[in-house]
């Protein structure tokens, strides 16, 4: 599998529940970045969390990293319809100038 | 906030035509990015520029692509001879060190 894959890679809630998205990654990495695309828009920068981090939030977002399971995971508390939009995970493997993005989850959220 | 402006939003070219799309990094990043990503697909790393010189780059990024600095303020992708499989979202980035600012990307369409 690749670096930075996302499960699931769709998931559909109800208004008000939470949303929880995972992200695997296969190297080790200096940061992970969060980012959510509105349908064939821009990249919007959500949280950053650090390797030496376990744990960041913001607002109603969670963001956790286990590195070593090499994963990492975005709540979204108290969804809303206009957080629908897909989720991805970028990772930088020490030693290089690029973020590896993850394959996103679609988040649908049902008003 | 400051952003990464991006030109055109748009733009439609013949197969085999040169392209050239455009960004305008945050002022006082120094390092730059272009990221491409398929309808539909993940976002791609193409290559990321520091120091007026490019640090590294993907193999998607052949002797077909060039970025140039061409003053204190651009950043540009050149497609020479462009294909239709290079249609695609480009997204241009920046960073004064770590995390990124993207821009709303450039829709190409190679026809």
């Known amino acids: 599998s690749q670096q930075g894959e996302e499960d699931p890679q769709a998931l559909s809630i109800q208004e008000g529940e939470n949303a929880t998205m995972n992200c695997s990654y296969k190297t080790s990495i200096n940061n992970l970045q969060w980012y959510r695309q509105n349908s064939g828009r821009g990249l919007v920068h959500l949280i950053l969390i650090r390797s030496n981090e376990r744990e960041k939030h913001s607002g109603r977002l969670r963001v956790t990293l286990d590195t070593s399971k090499k994963s990492s995971s975005l709540l979204i508390t108290a969804s809303r319809a206009a957080d629908t939009a897909s989720y991805f995970c970028?990772?930088?493997?020490?030693?290089?100038?690029?973020?590896?993005f993850g394959t996103g989850t679609r988040l649908k959220v049902l008003a | 906030e400051p952003e990464v402006t991006q030109t055109p939003s748009h733009q439609v070219t013949q197969m085999g035509q040169e392209v050239i799309l455009r960004c305008v990094p945050i002022?006082?990043?120094?390092?730059f990015y272009w990221y491409r990503q398929i309808l539909g697909q993940k976002v791609e790393f193409l290559v990321s520029f520091y120091n007026n010189e490019i640090s590294e780059k993907s193999e998607i990024f052949d002797d077909q692509f060039s970025v140039e600095r061409p003053d204190g303020s651009n950043f540009t992708l050149k497609i020479r001879s462009t294909k239709l499989e290079d249609s695609a979202m480009y997204f241009c980035a920046s960073s004064e060190a770590v995390g990124y600012t993207f821009g709303s990307g450039t829709r190409l369409t190679v026809v």
């Open positions: 002022s006082n990043h120094l390092y």
């Open positions: 970028a990772s930088d493997p020490p030693g290089t100038y690029k973020y590896i």
